[in-house]
Every structure is written in C-alpha cells, then in structure tokens.
C-alpha cells in the first residue's frame, strides 16, 4: 500500500467536502452507512481511524477481533464510586462503528475514539438528569447517556429539553415530501448502493444537507454537542500531526459541519475548560436487539433492528429472503404457509412499492403483504413476526478477557456450571428441587434477586403446588450488568455478596414484616452465614412491635419459611420458636386490636384473620410438642370474635365462617349467629358486613350458599326488609361480595330465590327440580367417572378394594 494510494483516495475526497479528514457522516445503527463506510474505508485506506465514542473504550478495541465477540454488544461505563451512574454505547453487526472497528481490526490499522470522554459525560448527566433524553432516531446521535445505566444516545446529553431540538431525519424527509422519516431513509440509503462509482458521493450528499440544516438551525437544541465537538476536533487535530492526511473519521452525520468548521484550538479549550468530572470503568457487555428498539422502551433510533440486520446481511433479494423467513417462522408456529404464498407476498409487495414509487419495497409494504397473504388480514401472527423478526431477540456475546468486576466473573462461571445461559428471548424454567443441579439454580436465582439482579422472576408452578417443584420466568437485559456491578459491592462472589447484602438489610429494615420476608428469602436463597443475624434482628424487632397488624403481617411469612426445611436441608427450628411466639401474642393481642374499626381498617383486619388461620395450620404441626395446641387456642380467639359486639361485622361474620368450615361450629349454630344479626335491630351496614365476611372475600361463600337453603333463606329474608332509604347505603357492599362470585353460582342462585330457598327438596321430590341437582345420588353417572379418577390418582388397574374405595369417595 503506497502513500500515492491513499493521497489519491483522499485528494478526490478533498475536491468534493474541503480540506482536512475524510469525515464520513453516517446514521447510527443504519446498514446502508455500515457499507457504505466499508466501502468509504477500502477505497481511501486510512492510516487511522477515529470513531465517535468514549476514548476509555480504545483499550477495549483490541477485543472486537476476538473470535468469542458477537454483537450485538455494548461499551459500559459506570462510575466506580456509583456503578449504578452508567451509560451505554450499543454496537449491531450493522452499526457503521462496528464496521469501522473491524474494517481497521482486519488491516491492521489503528482506532481511536475521539468523542467526548466518559470520566465528563457520566458526571455531567449527574448534575441533571431529568433533562436527559434519547433521541437515537436522529441520524447522527447515537452514543451513551448516563441515566441509571439504561439510557443511551450521545446527543443525550444536550441539556435542552426535548421540545426544542431539531430532529434532522424529520426535517430532510418533510422537505423531501416524506411524512415518514424512516421511509424516507430507506428510500435515499437503505434500499441504494454505496454509489455508482464513486464510495465517497452518499457522503457528500448528507453533508451538504447536513451543513444546510446546521446554518438554519445552529446546534438544533442540542447545545452541549457544541462542547463534544470541540474536543474531537482537538483530537483530530493531534491525529493530523501523528499520521499526517490519512485520518478518516467515523461520526453523526449532524457533527460533519462542525468538525469541518474551521475553529482555534484556544476557542476549543475554552469550551471544555471546567468539565466535572468522575472516575469511570470501562468493558463490553451483551446486548440485545429489543433494547436497540424503540418499541421497548429505548429510544435507539430504529424501530426494526432485525430488519436491519438482515438487510446488511443478505448480498440480494432482500424482500424474497426475508418473506421467505417470514414464511418458515410461521410454520414453526403451525400455521399454514406454502411457497405459493412466498410468492404472492413477493408480488404484492413489488406492487406496493411500484405504487408509491419507492426504488424498493421497505418493511411497510412487506409487512402488509405478509398480513394480507400470509395471516389471511389477522394482526396476531403479525405480532409474532413483529417481535420475532422485526424486531428480534439476538443477544450478543462478549469475551471472557473482557474486563469485568469479580461478581461478574463469578457469576458467568456459575451460570456456565449450571448451564444457565442467559438469553434475551422470555423463557420459563421448571425445577425440581430434589434435584441437585435444579436446587442450585434456585439458590442463584434468589440470591441474584436479593441482590437486585432481576434475571428471573418467580412464576405460578403448573401442575404441582408442592414446595419441591418452582417455575421461573427468564430473561436476561443489558442493563443487569449494571446491577450486578452495583451488587459487587456486597463482595466478589454471588453467596458472599447476598450473605452480606441480606445482613445489612436485616438491620436496615424498618418494619417487622420487612424481616420476616428477609427472613424468608434468605432460606430460598440458602445464606445461612446471614440467617443467624436476620433471626437476631427479627426477635428484638418481634419483642418491641405491639401492633397487632404488624405480627399478623409478619406470620404467614414466616410460616412459609418453615416449608423450606425438608426441601431445602434448612435448619427451621429457631425461626419456629419466633413464629411461635408471634402465634401467641397475637391470641392475646387480636381481641382488643379488632374494637372501634373503622370500615377500611376493618376489612384490613380482616385480611389478616385469614393470613393467621391459615398459617396456623402449617405452625401448630410443627410447634405444638413445644407450644401446645395453637390451633385450639386460635379457635377460641375467633369464638370471641365472633360473640364481641364491639368487632366489626366484618370480622365477626368472617370468624363465624372460619370456626363452621373447621368443623368447631355447628350449622345450626351458625344459622342462629346469622339471625341474630340479620334481626330488624340490627343496622343494615352492619349486617350487610357482616354477610361479607361471612360468604365474601373469595371464600367460597356463594357454594355455601348454595347448599346450605336456611342460610340463603335468612340472607333473601334480610335482604328484601331492607328498608328502601337504607338500601342504596348497603347495596355497593353487596354488590361487591356478591360479583365475586363465579357466573355459575351466581346464576344457580339467582334459581334458588326465584323459586324460593326451602323449595329445592319439595320440588326435586315433585320432579320438577332445579338443574344440577336431584333427589339423590345418580350412582350410575357417579360410576361413570370412576375410570378417569383412577387414571388421574395413577391406580391404573387397581385391585376391586381400590375401586370400592373411590365409589364410596365419589358417594
């Protein structure tokens, strides 16, 4: 390579843009720029390359050549006193930066970042952040902003508000005629060459319109580009002195003018005189195609990252490719696609395109066509080409001589030991927590919750409720990098971070409850280094807190905790004995907290009547050698509740309903408690309280009903003597424990009050009965059913004693 080669390349450059570098402008995350900045950088050959991005970053360059580097990836920076103050910089496969690191990778030419540097940038945005803003869609903006590590854009760090900023794509597609900037980048870059004949002509043109735009709107909004500027001006100055005319610059199409703008160097300084500053770390991490999109929730500056990615990928015939992708994810989803199909899509988008005169069809008319052929006018497979390919799901990879802190590290070497490899797609994972491999995946999983690392999200088990068995919802963001280089510092590996994370919120909690689910989540999570100071801090905490509401808040969690021991090998029993002890307080404490309530506190307490009753069952089996029978004692406190006038109905009906269903109250009893209240003496709020606790609050109060005629027929009897100037005060209470019941038992007893509680038996006698109930027991129907039941109890042919017994379960 001579140095006549490159002058030449660089003297028709100079003829066309002026003397200096060869700027070329460029979208970010747009393929068409990506070859055409290949295409730019194979004709000048360079002896440098300087790309807009954070100079920290040039030690990391290096890395990209590495064969375990896929992007998408992401250059991190985070402050190393607050990792959470961070900013990213997303690199694609189609990013014209990416091509411009490996182009210079591949010929063994060095690469600088030259934008304004990191160590400004994340303490700049710290001053105010709220006037941060991602405008990605811009073409030439597309770096990082510091805002909890999750925004990005370098033009994200302008401080002008978003309402006053130009918008270059915006304003070059209206003058164009366009009301879509999108469509009208495709139009002009995506769907054309590089040029005919000439690599640097689509260059020049967006300089030009750039440099126009820039006189009539200055810096457009974004003031503090003016200071970005400055300073890789000053950094291609010092590269012009080391290499001479062989610069090439990689950068926003919106910075062109000013980096050609001829400046001093004094004027520059000034500019960057006084930044703030903050001491910054820097790496690659993963990225995803999802966080490239606007669509979910991060503004990058391109709807369809996936559509892009294939059309920088694919050598020709984009549109009969990516239908034909189209085509074969739709029968990974069993849905009917030929290739007469592909073809006719084929067309119709050719039409369309013909039709509004684009040089190409563009995502819009593949997409209708696909709607039109393909989903037969539906948009719900439409949503599933959108998310899939559209948008995608690519996650990228970094290497491991990437830089990163020890809890990363640590973290990466579990996941790969438990093969537990994190990916962008929303997966569900099912454990069985007999299994070693699956217990262990568990415990990673809580602890990386308890350190605020939200990979996986606890979901509804299917098919089993046991505690042996969990379900977890997976997916993995870019920006949990950041949470765990917060996490890091709690300590160098995921158990020892957790362990002290747990400790240090056990005496930072505020509220009891709060240490009764720290409690619990350090037993899923298996720190048992930090149990002994969680259990220290929930006694005192258990020993000062008097509110009633407070205990029974804090019970059931940790009763549930208590289930955890013979899954988990946990040792319980001192987490029983401060269950225990709360048990009992609240027997003591329960009666006199539930006087003088008002409604809402009322119905709060209720709520945790039930928690108590039904964490007791649990805790009585485990603690009653040393504590007795606490489910008797429980059952006692309720027999006071429910005789107390001075307890609000609510809870009064709702202890009432809990000593019938556990067999300490007789039906007769309880029809005689409900005619008491339901008597004319009685206020009609009260009663109508009462009734809610009763039969409402999801407690299968309407199947009681049902059954039970004597306590329907009090109910209907109550209901119809409601006075009128009354019964607009009760009927939102009603008619809010009665919609709670299912469409079935609502209708089966709107039956039994139209043909009157008490006349079931009379006229299923007479034959007439109501629908869903006869006389007796239809044994032929019941023995019908016996074969499905042994299938479902797993019996199989089981011997004729086994059958007997479920015929007479099923009688």
Not at 712 to 730: H, K, Q, Y
Request: proline share 6%.
């Amino acid at each position: 390579m001579s140095d006549g080669g490159r002058g030449h390349a660089y003297g028709g450059r100079t003829e066309a843009g002026g003397e200096g570098p060869l700027l070329l402008g460029v979208r970010h995350h747009g393929p068409g720029s990506a070859r055409a900045v290949r295409a730019a950088l194979a004709a000048a050959r360079p002896r440098v390359v300087l790309i807009e991005g954070p100079p920290e970053a040039d030690a990391l360059i290096p890395l990209a050549a590495d064969e375990d580097m896929r992007p998408p990836v992401a250059l991190l920076a985070h402050a190393v006193d607050e990792p959470g103050r961070s900013a990213f910089w997303p690199l694609a496969e189609f990013s014209p930066e990416w091509v411009a690191i490996r182009w210079a990778l591949e010929h063994d030419v060095p690469a600088h970042f030259i934008d304004l540097p990191a160590t400004h940038t994340l303490a700049w945005g710290s001053d105010d952040r709220e006037k941060e803003s991602s405008q990605g869609e811009k073409p030439e903006e597309e770096g990082a902003a510091p805002n909890g590590g999750t925004d990005i854009g370098s033009d994200a760090r302008a401080d002008v508000r978003a309402d006053v900023r130009v918008d270059p794509l915006a304003v070059l597609a209206e003058i164009a005629g366009y009301d879509d900037p999108e469509r009208w980048w495709e139009d002009v870059v995506e769907h054309r060459g590089p040029g005919d004949g000439d690599p640097f002509a689509p260059f020049t043109a967006l300089e030009e319109a750039m440099g126009a735009l820039r006189e009539a709107y200055g810096s457009g909004g974004h003031d503090r580009d003016l200071v970005r500027e400055a300073y890789m001006r000053l950094q291609m100055r010092d590269a012009q002195r080391r290499f001479g005319e062989g610069v090439a610059v990689v950068c926003g199409a919106w910075h062109v003018p000013a980096l050609r703008h001829r400046t001093t160097v004094a004027a520059d300084k000034a500019l960057l005189k006084g930044l703030p500053k903050v001491k910054t770390d820097m790496t690659w991490v993963p990225w995803t195609y999802r966080r490239l999109s606007r669509h979910s929730g991060y503004g990058a500056g391109i709807d369809s990252p996936g559509w892009y990615g294939h059309l920088f990928r694919t050598p020709d015939r984009p549109v009969e490719r990516w239908l034909t992708k189209v085509a074969g994810l739709l029968r990974e989803e069993d849905r009917l696609v030929s290739s007469a199909h592909v073809i006719e899509a084929v067309r119709l988008a050719g039409t369309l395109a013909t039709m509004r005169g684009r040089p190409l069809a563009g995502l819009s008319e593949t997409t209708e066509a696909v709607r039109a052929v393909m989903c037969d006018g539906s948009d719900v497979p439409l949503a599933l080409v959108h998310d899939r390919l559209v948008v995608g799901d690519a996650l990228g990879e970094v290497p491991a001589a990437a830089p990163a802190v020890p809890l990363q590290r640590d973290l990466d070497r579990t996941q790969r030991r438990l093969r537990l490899k994190p990916e962008a797609a929303e997966r569900e994972l099912e454990l069985d927590l007999r299994k070693e491999t699956d217990a262990e995946r568990s415990r990673l999983l809580h602890r990386l919750r308890l350190l605020g690392v939200a990979w996986g999200e606890p979901a509804a088990s299917r098919g089993s409720t046991g505690t042996f068995r969990e379900t977890w919802r997976l997916r993995w963001e870019p920006e949990l990098a950041v949470r765990v280089a917060e996490a890091g510092v709690w300590g160098t590996t995921v158990l020892g971070a957790a362990t002290a994370k747990a400790e240090s919120d056990a005496v930072a909690a505020q509220g009891l409850a709060e240490v009764t689910a720290l409690a619990e989540r350090c037993l899923l999570a298996d720190l048992p280094d930090a149990l002994p100071t969680v259990m220290r801090v929930l006694a005192d905490r258990a020993a000062l807190d008097a509110d009633v509401g407070h205990l029974a808040q804090a019970l059931p969690a940790l009763v549930r905790s208590l289930r955890y021991g013979d899954v988990r090998g946990t040792d319980t029993a001192a987490l029983t004995e401060v269950a225990a002890g709360l048990a009992e307080r609240i027997f003591v404490g329960l009666p006199p907290a539930c006087a003088a309530l008002d409604a809402d506190a009322a119905e709060e307490m209720r709520r945790h009547v039930d928690a108590v009753h039904g964490s007791l069952g649990l805790l009585d089996d485990v603690a009653a050698p040393a504590h007795g029978d606490l489910r008797a004692r429980w059952h006692t406190v309720l027999g006071v509740l429910s005789r107390r006038d001075t307890v609000p109905g609510v809870i009064r009906g709702r202890a009432v309903r809990l000593l019938l269903d556990g067999g300490e109250l007789a039906q007769d009893e309880a029809a005689r408690l409900m005619g008491l209240v339901l008597s004319p003496g009685t206020p009609p709020a009260d009663a109508a309280a009462w009734i809610e606790g009763f039969v409402g609050g999801g407690s299968g109060g309407g199947m009681l009903l049902v059954h039970d005629e004597r306590l329907l027929a009090l109910v209907d009897a109550w209901l119809t003597g409601v006075p009128a100037e009354a019964f607009t005060d009760v009927l939102p209470l009603l008619r809010r424990t009665f919609s709670a019941y299912e469409a079935g038992v609502r209708r089966t007893l709107g039956e039994l009050v139209r043909r009157g509680p008490g006349q079931r038996g009379r006229e299923a006698a007479a034959g007439s009965g109501i629908p869903g109930f006869a006389a007796d027991l239809d044994g032929e129907r019941a023995d019908a059913v016996l074969p499905v039941v042994r299938l479902l109890l797993g019996l199989g042919g089981a011997e004729e004693d086994a059958g007997n017994d479920l015929v007479g379960v099923a009688r």
